[in-house]
Nanobody, 123 residues
Framework: QVQLVESGGGMVQAGGSLRLSCAAS????????MGWFRQAPGKEREFVAA????????QYADSVKGRFTISRDGPRNSGLLQMISLKPEDTAVYYC????????????????WGQGTQVTVSS
C-alpha cells in the first residue's frame, strides 16, 4: 500500500506546458508501477500514461502520444508527467495511480490513487 499526492496542476494557455508530480509514501514504491488518469466534467475517467517499476516500459493513450512524457524519480520517490503542447481537451482532473502489477495500472484497477490535481487549458 502506498499513499499518493498529486501536485503541479494549474491553468495554462493552449500550446503551453505543465509538469505534474505524484509524491508517494509507503514501502518500496520503487517496485510499483505507476500511472496517470484524467477525468473531465461529465466524462468517465480515462487512461493517460503508465510506467513500470523499473522505468523501462511506458504506455500512453493515443490522445497524448508525442506530447506527454511519464517518468519516475527514484531518489525523491515520485512520479512525473511532463505535458507539452497542451490542448483545451486536456482539461481535466489528473489522478496518479500505483500498483505492484503494471496491467492493473493501465486498465484503471490500481490499488492506490491520489486525490487529483486540476489542469485547465484555455483557448
Amino acid at each position: 500500500q502506498v499513499q499518493l499526492v498529486e501536485s503541479g496542476g494549474g491553468m495554462v494557455q493552449a500550446g503551453g506546458s505543465l509538469r505534474l508530480s505524484c509524491a508517494a509514501s509507503g514501502r518500496a514504491f520503487s517496485r510499483y508501477a505507476m500511472g496517470w488518469f484524467r477525468q473531465a466534467p461529465g466524462k468517465e475517467r480515462e487512461f493517460v500514461a503508465a510506467i513500470n517499476w523499473s522505468g523501462d516500459t511506458t504506455q500512453y493513450a493515443d490522445s497524448v502520444k508525442g506530447r506527454f512524457t511519464i517518468s519516475r524519480d527514484g531518489p525523491r520517490n515520485s512520479g512525473l508527467l511532463q505535458m507539452i503542447s497542451l490542448k483545451p481537451e486536456d482539461t481535466a482532473v489528473y489522478y496518479c495511480a500505483a500498483d505492484t502489477v503494471f496491467g492493473r495500472v493501465v486498465v484503471g484497477t490500481a490499488g492506490s490513487w491520489g486525490q487529483g490535481t486540476q489542469v485547465t487549458v484555455s483557448s
